[in-house]
T-cell receptor
Framework: GQQLNQSPQSMFIQEGEDVSMNCTSS?????WLWYKQEPGEGPVLLIA?????ELTSNGRLTAQFGITRKDSFLNISASIPSDVGIYFC?????????????????FGQGTTLQVKP | DTEVTQTPKHLVMGMTNKKSLKCEQH?????MYWYKQKAKKPPELMFV???????INESVPSRFSPECPNSSLLNLHLHALQPEDSALYLC???????????FGEGSRLTVL
């Protein structure tokens, strides 16, 4: 099925560094979400974005809904070892937010983050 | 801690076995989902239940049979699976018409 372009694929950084990752789509989304998944666990919702241009923070995490509705980024400031995991963006099309298509998300391929203490 | 509970956490089964995965949520969500996830890949949608009725089946083979006995429970019945069906099976729930999905920790399935 359709997928989002998420980059980078992986990152290996030093503790304390800032991290940035993004997702792009060829079509418009009306919702963007960012999830984190740790080994052996299910994805955990970090941030949800509903309006073009929206900038939302959750602790050291900041995400933005691109003004064109076709992209989103996630920043992590001052990374720590427990930030390791796979970060997935997920989007929902305007055209599929209708009865019967509840919550049908399109996921990016994920960004694997490793943090060196 | 997740509010979506999945059992068992691990399951090993032969290709002729019949087994079931179970999922439970008590958040009052009326939409529940099954996803399949291979290692280092994004989750792939399998089924969506909305108000206990199957609303989406993403062309999943019939050896996977979902069931939603009530608004809090979701089962996935497994029969005659193939080794390539080995994966992490994730259950999720959401409020109706909301894109905010809450995932369980998953059931790791190995088919021998």
């Amino acid at each position: 099925g359709q997928q989002l372009n998420q980059s980078p694929q992986s990152m290996f950084i030093q503790e304390g560094e800032d991290v940035s990752m993004n997702c792009t789509s060829s079509s418009i989304f009306n919702t963007w979400l960012w999830y984190k998944q740790e080994p052996g666990e299910g994805p955990v919702l970090l941030i949800a974005l509903y309006k073009a241009g929206e900038l939302t923070s959750n602790g050291r995490l900041t995400a933005q809904f691109g003004i064109t509705r076709k992209d989103s980024f996630l920043n992590i400031s001052a990374s720590i070892p427990s930030d390791v995991g796979i970060y997935f963006c997920a989007g929902q099309h305007l055209s599929v937010w209708a009865p019967g298509n509840t919550g049908k998300l399109i996921f990016g391929q994920g960004t694997t983050l490793q943090v060196k203490p | 801690d997740t509010e979506v509970t999945q059992t068992p956490k691990h399951l090993v089964m032969g290709m002729t076995n019949k087994k079931s995965l179970k999922c439970e949520q008590h958040m009052g969500h009326r939409a529940m989902y099954w996803y399949k996830q291979k290692a280092k890949k994004p989750p792939e949608l399998m089924f969506v239940y909305s108000y206990e009725k199957l609303s989406i089946n993403e062309s999943v083979p019939s050896r996977f049979s979902p069931e939603c006995p009530n608004s809090s429970l979701l089962n996935l019945h497994l029969h005659a699976l193939q080794p390539e069906d080995s994966a992490l099976y994730l259950c999720a729930s959401s409020q109706e018409s909301s894109p905010r999905l809450f995932f369980g920790e998953g059931s790791r399935l190995t088919v021998l």
